[in-house]
Nanobody, 125 residues
């Protein structure tokens, strides 16, 4: 299996930036798709962003496109989520997720089978 551990969550004011990280353990890391999926209380999981490890192609939800940036550091087996211009709508637990590339829709949370415990992000209003 791939082990995922998030870090960097916290409480911030609206308009402030925050950067999350997700460290992965496993020597097959380069074969997977890495993603960020968030879940607010009472809501379904919402896809945020994904990156193909091979090639580095990125995908974003419309709600965060232009504000959030997903990136990777292959030497550290780590993926990041830079979040700018945060709003109260961004308040959620942010989970790091992973799966093999395959041909499934990367924007569907149900296609991922490796999950981190989550990093809570609170945006004051």
């Amino acid at each position: 299996q791939v082990q995922l551990v998030e870090a960097g969550g916290g409480v911030v004011q609206a308009g402030v930036s925050l950067k999350l990280s997700c460290a992965a353990a496993g020597r097959t890391f380069s074969t997977v798709v890495r993603a960020w999926v968030r879940q607010a209380p009472g809501k379904e999981r919402e896809f945020v962003a994904a990156i193909r490890w091979s090639g580095g192609s990125t995908y974003y939800a419309d709600s965060v496109k232009g504000r959030f940036t997903i990136s990777r550091d292959n030497a550290k087996n780590t993926v990041y989520l830079q979040m700018n211009s945060l709003t109260p709508e961004d308040k959620a637990v942010y989970h790091c997720a992973a799966r093999t590339p395959g041909g499934a829709d990367m924007s569907s949370p149900g296609t991922y089978y490796y999950w981190g415990p989550g990093a809570p992000v609170t945006v004051s209003s």
